[in-house]
């Protein structure tokens, strides 16, 4: 079922959106948070904006503003949770009103649609956002932006996900983004069986113990220990 949700989810995310071109890609390792993300060759590092900012990238034609971004933070307020329970306590917790807080970052921004539950990658238990802002273009000049977030929190950790471009253009690079989005693969944090690997042991075949101590069936023999000591003078 959270498939179902997650593949409908990524539909309404991308419809009406033209296909993205094929590429090389290129495979990002961040080795202290334990995650990879992919993204065509073609598209350039930048240089971190935020402080929690673990890689930004840009594409290849400046004119549109292709950008996408993740952030990793720690919040460990979710660790109590079982893993079938995450996508209830994340949509709880990374809610509109998160959202809000959050795009408060752009200037005008507004939240055009949101998604509960989402998925980052096909691990992240998630909620998602398209939202539109305004963004200086490089020549002091705003121009409309659009583009899509998605938030998930997994083994401690608060990722966020981010990719936008002009509005204007944002259908051609729709599909690209949630491409990259959702290339994201973290590393596991929940064992896959919730009580380890137990085996059904009812199914075992009856096991019958002797009514009496092993070695007493036969004839009993009592041991009398000697009463004769030895005193040295």
Same mark, same amino acid.
């Given at each position: 079922? *959270?498939?179902?949700?997650?593949?409908?989810?990524?539909?309404?995310?991308?419809?009406?959106?033209?296909? $993205?071109?094929?590429?090389?890609?290129?495979?990002?390792?961040?080795?202290?948070?334990?995650?990879t993300m992919s993204f065509p060759d073609s598209?350039?590092?930048?240089?971190?904006?935020?402080?929690?900012?673990?890689?930004?990238?840009?594409?290849?034609?400046k004119e549109d503003i292709p950008t996408c *971004?993740?952030?990793? =933070?720690?919040?460990?307020?979710?660790?109590?949770?079982?893993? *079938?329970?995450?996508?209830?306590?994340? $949509?709880?917790?990374?809610? *509109?009103?998160?959202?809000?807080?959050?795009?408060?970052?752009?200037?005008?921004? =507004?939240?055009?649609?949101?998604?509960?539950?989402?998925?980052?990658?096909?691990?992240?238990? $998630?909620?998602?956002?398209?939202?539109?802002?305004?963004?200086?273009?490089?020549?002091?000049?705003?121009?409309?932006?659009?583009?899509?977030?998605?938030? =998930?929190?997994?083994?401690?950790?608060?990722?966020?996900? =981010?990719?936008?471009?002009?509005?204007?253009?944002?259908?051609?690079?729709?599909?690209?983004?949630?491409?990259?989005?959702?290339?994201?693969?973290?590393?596991?944090r929940y064992h896959p069986f919730p009580t380890?690997?137990?085996?059904?042991?009812?199914?075992?075949?009856?096991?019958?113990?002797?009514?009496?101590?092993?070695?007493?069936?036969?004839?009993?023999?009592?041991?009398?220990?000697?009463?004769?000591?030895?005193?040295?003078?």
């Open positions: 079922m *959270r498939q179902i949700i997650r593949a409908a989810v990524l539909s309404a995310l991308i419809a009406g959106f033209a296909p $993205a071109a094929k590429a090389d890609t290129f495979v990002w390792k961040d080795d202290k948070n334990d995650y598209w350039n590092m930048q240089t971190d904006d935020l402080p929690d900012t673990r890689i930004r990238i840009a594409g290849p034609l *971004r993740l952030q990793v =933070s720690d919040d460990g307020r979710l660790k109590i949770y079982p893993k *079938r329970l995450m996508d209830e306590a994340v $949509a709880e917790t990374l809610d *509109r009103k998160f959202w809000e807080q959050e795009i408060g970052q752009y200037q005008n921004a =507004s939240i055009a649609a949101y998604y509960a539950p989402a998925s980052l990658g096909d691990k992240g238990d $998630a909620t998602a956002i398209q939202v539109s802002f305004m963004q200086d273009d490089g020549t002091g000049q705003m121009v409309p932006m659009y583009g899509v977030m998605i938030g =998930s929190i997994y083994g401690g950790k608060r990722f966020i996900g =981010s990719c936008s471009s002009r509005v204007e253009v944002y259908n051609r690079w729709a599909g690209l983004f949630m491409s990259i989005l959702d290339s994201v693969q973290l590393e596991d380890g690997y137990y085996r059904n042991f009812l199914l075992d075949p009856k096991l019958v113990l002797p009514r009496v101590k092993p070695g007493t069936i036969g004839p009993k023999y009592k041991f009398y220990p000697k009463r004769d000591f030895v005193y040295n003078d």
